[in-house]
């Protein structure tokens, strides 16, 4: 089990409606379904330090709301939270460990939005993979986005949201990684599942496609270029997507009131050739 980080951190503020499913909608909420319904609503980012969590935190702090961030590491969440402003606020969790978790949350009276895109796994082909490494992408993104949502789910309004993230590998693999593939299929059916049981709270996942962004810049610049250049040919509109897109397909599914238990693939048409 991985260690917990503490909880101490940056300001966490406190809406001013009652926690729970139950809850009536926030009173400074905005009717609709565009990015104006966040006003005064709180969202919670599990990976709002950087990449697409923090694309969504910049487009969420620019429609009104209150920004929570998670994540492992302290310095990139304090920067990311100095760059929103005072809307921002973080602390330090870990997705993999439950007591972590439960930190979290336990300050949060009221939770109307949550994204967890915080992930670390090996991917590889079966024959290759140790059995560790193989169940990593299950251990860390799976059950650490399941947890989530379990730790949130009491604190979460009734015409709140949660969404799940995917990846368009598990409808299209587009190498030897069956894991890794299983475990982003396993996720869709994780948010119906979830739409079922915590309705009125709407669940929905976004599965993207290969992203120019964070997550492959730390990654060796000749695997990046091949990464690309497959993505080009395959994809309907021939290039990567960019995090500020996916972002944007994060806050529909956080905004439109009338859609749960959705997949939704922002990835250029790769998963239709």
Same mark, same amino acid.
């Given at each position: ?24 909608? #926030? *009173? $400074? ?33 620019? #429609?009104?709301?209150? /920004? ?11 920067? #990311?939270?100095?760059?929103?402003? =005072? ?19 336990? =300050? ?16 590889? *082909?079966?024959?290759? &993979?140790?059995?560790?490494? @193989? ?22 309004? @009734? ?13 299209? =693999?587009?190498? *030897?990684?069956? #894991? ?9 059916? &994780? +948010?119906?599942?979830?739409?079922? $049981?915590?309705?009125? /709270? ?5 599965? *993207? ?19 690309? @250049? ?6 309907? &509109?021939?290039?990567? +997507? ?18 749960? +238990? ?12």
């Amino acid at each position: 089990m991985s260690r917990t980080p503490s909880p101490a951190a940056g300001s966490v503020p406190e809406p001013a409606s009652a926690p729970g499913p139950g809850a009536a909608p #926030a *009173p $400074e909420a905005v009717a609709g379904t565009g990015a104006e319904a966040l006003r005064g609503r709180t969202v919670v980012l599990i990976g709002g330090g950087s990449g697409i969590g923090l694309s969504v935190a910049h487009r969420a702090v620019a #429609a009104g709301a209150r /920004v929570v961030l998670g994540g492992r590491t302290p310095e990139r969440l304090a920067a #990311a939270a100095d760059r929103l402003g =005072p809307a921002a606020s973080w602390r330090s969790v870990d997705t993999t460990d439950t007591a972590s978790l439960a930190a979290f949350f336990a =300050p949060l009276e009221r939770v109307d939005h949550l994204f967890t895109s915080a992930a670390s796994y090996r991917v590889g *082909p079966m024959l290759r &993979l140790s059995d560790e490494d @193989a169940r990593s992408p299950f251990d860390s993104k799976f059950w650490g986005q399941y947890h989530a949502v379990r730790h949130a789910a009491p604190k979460l309004a @009734a015409d709140g949201s949660v969404v799940l993230m995917s990846g368009a590998a598990g409808a299209r =693999p587009p190498a *030897p990684a069956p #894991a890794y593939a299983a475990c982003n299929a396993a996720i869709e059916g &994780l +948010g119906r599942g979830l739409a079922v $049981e915590l309705a009125p /709270v709407r669940v929905n996942v976004v599965s *993207p496609g290969t992203v120019d962004g964070n997550l492959w810049a730390g990654r060796p610049a000749a695997d990046r270029e091949a990464a690309f @250049a497959q993505y080009r040919r395959d994809a309907l &509109l021939h290039r990567p +997507g960019t995090e500020d897109e996916i972002a944007h397909a994060v806050v529909f599914l956080f905004t439109n009131g009338f859609t749960t +238990g959705s997949t939704l693939y922002p990835d250029g048409g790769y998963t239709l050739r």
